[in-house]
């Protein structure tokens, strides 16, 4: 089959699977033979993976993937109804959800069965088009998948090449039209990320942005777009996946955009109004560890680490704050961190590293010890803390901004950082030793 047959089939009949909603009671029309096989996702720019016991089904040149995976990926509440045998979709009632990246279906020939579903989107009954059906495999149920996405008002694109189902969504009603209209006009990019209501200024115009890239995860541009539809295109340099997001510094507001470099690395990009009034450029940083932003008593914070490939165990780190007065950012410090001597050269990037160190230990993601830059004290409170500290593992997105605050109390030689997420806060205090640097001393989830 063709490239072209393969981007239509696929574009017009792509299929979402239902988990857990076959009845005892359902009347199957026929077995079939199908083939399990495999494809990436991607949703507003952000990876999604499927959970166990799902898999990607081809069927008469037609690709199902999870109905209930894509619709709670896209933040909609999914419930069955077993008397009429139907499934309702209502937007914007879920939570989005991550499943663990787990998927590893067999490939080869399976059967399954096709059925009779009604589906319920916000109230309003949807058909399945003509020469679609739904049909079950292993107690899911599946169904067309731009069917289901674009009733919950998304965009779906087809990379061949990259076997990767792209899903985007813009919150506006009229979102899912825009988004065909910008898709239009650029035959062949890929939409990694999207935002709406944009302003540099609280006086200014308001933008779109939008991050593209084309087949084979070769960057292409941000999109900055007014309301009035012209554009303004400035390159981009994200391969894999973006986040955008907004933060105000005084009386300006800077778009902020992170996104993959091929399998290792971040790139980081700042945006802002030029002299000529449109978007430009402030800066970009590259970290092939990391290069994250967060906030510090309301200043805005980026840290860059990347691998030192002259010492075993070591990081090379940057840390950078925005200066509204020059429009720039200004490099704060510059340091290697030794991570063998368990401290860090520098305490605000130090309390930042630690807040993904301690969801890391309360998921036991690090092998179920104490990360070497916590002293034996921090230790003692951080498992006397476990138990207050169960939403570290509620899902945090990217394009959430990280909030600290610095204590009152803190002093030359200890510093205490408040973190705030949603109702939740937990206290980090990092203590200065002499000729080792600083170290966590204590965490405190009282504060």
């Known amino acids: 089959m063709k490239s072209r047959k393969k981007w239509m089939v696929a574009g017009a009949a792509l299929v979402l699977l239902l988990s857990g909603f076959v009845s005892p009671k359902a009347t199957f029309a026929a077995k079939v033979t199908a083939e399990s096989t495999f494809t990436d996702f991607a949703f507003n720019g952000n990876w999604g993976f499927l959970g166990d016991g799902y898999t990607v089904i081809s069927y008469q040149d037609h690709m199902y993937v999870p109905a209930r995976f894509v619709a709670e990926q ?180 800077l778009t902020l955009i992170s996104g993959g470099a091929g399998m290792h690395g971040m790139w980081l990009s700042a945006y802002s109004l030029g002299d000529g009034g449109k978007p430009v450029e402030v800066e970009n940083f590259f970290g092939d560890i990391r290069a994250d932003v967060f906030t510090l008593d309301g200043k805005l914070k980026v840290v860059v680490s990347s691998r030192d490939y002259d010492a075993t165990g070591s990081s090379k780190e940057e840390l950078y704050e925005y200066n509204p007065a020059s429009h720039a950012f200004d490099k704060l410090a510059a340091y290697t961190n030794e991570y063998t001597k368990g401290a860090y050269q520098n305490p605000d990037a130090g309390a930042y590293d630690t807040l993904w160190q301690m969801r890391g230990y309360y998921a036991g993601d690090e092998g179920g010890g104490i990360p070497n830059e916590w002293n034996s004290h921090a230790a003692q409170t951080m498992n006397a803390a476990i138990p207050k500290l169960s939403w570290l593992k509620e899902p945090v997105n990217r394009s959430d901004l990280r909030v600290l605050t610095t204590v009152q109390d803190s002093t030359a030689d200890k510093k205490t950082y408040r973190y705030t997420q949603g109702d939740h806060s937990v206290g980090i205090t990092l203590v200065q030793v002499q000729g080792k640097g600083w170290v966590v001393d204590t965490i405190d989830p009282e504060m």
């Open 74 to 253: 896209m933040g909609a509440d999914v419930s069955w109804d077993e008397a009429t045998q139907t499934v309702r979709f209502q937007s914007g009632k879920g939570s989005t959800i991550s499943p663990p990246a787990t998927y590893q279906p067999a490939k080869g020939a399976i059967t399954v069965d096709t059925r009779g579903v009604r589906f319920v989107f916000d109230g309003q009954e949807k058909k399945l088009d003509e020469g679609y059906v739904a049909i079950s495999y292993q107690d899911h149920v599946y169904v067309p998948a731009r069917f289901v996405a674009e009733n919950l008002g998304a965009l779906v694109q087809w990379s061949e090449s990259d076997r990767l189902v792209n899903i985007v969504s813009l919150p506006e009603s009229n979102g899912l039209a825009w988004l065909q209209a910008f898709a239009a006009k650029h035959p062949g990019e890929l939409i990694g990320a999207v935002k709406s209501g944009i302003k540099f200024s609280s006086t200014g115009d308001a933008y779109t942005a939008v991050v593209t890239r084309k087949e084979g995860h070769v960057p292409d541009g941000v999109y900055f777009v007014k309301s009035d539809g012209s554009e303004t295109k400035l390159q981009s340099k994200f391969e894999t996946g973006a986040t955008i997001q907004t933060v105000a510094q005084g009386e300006q507001t």
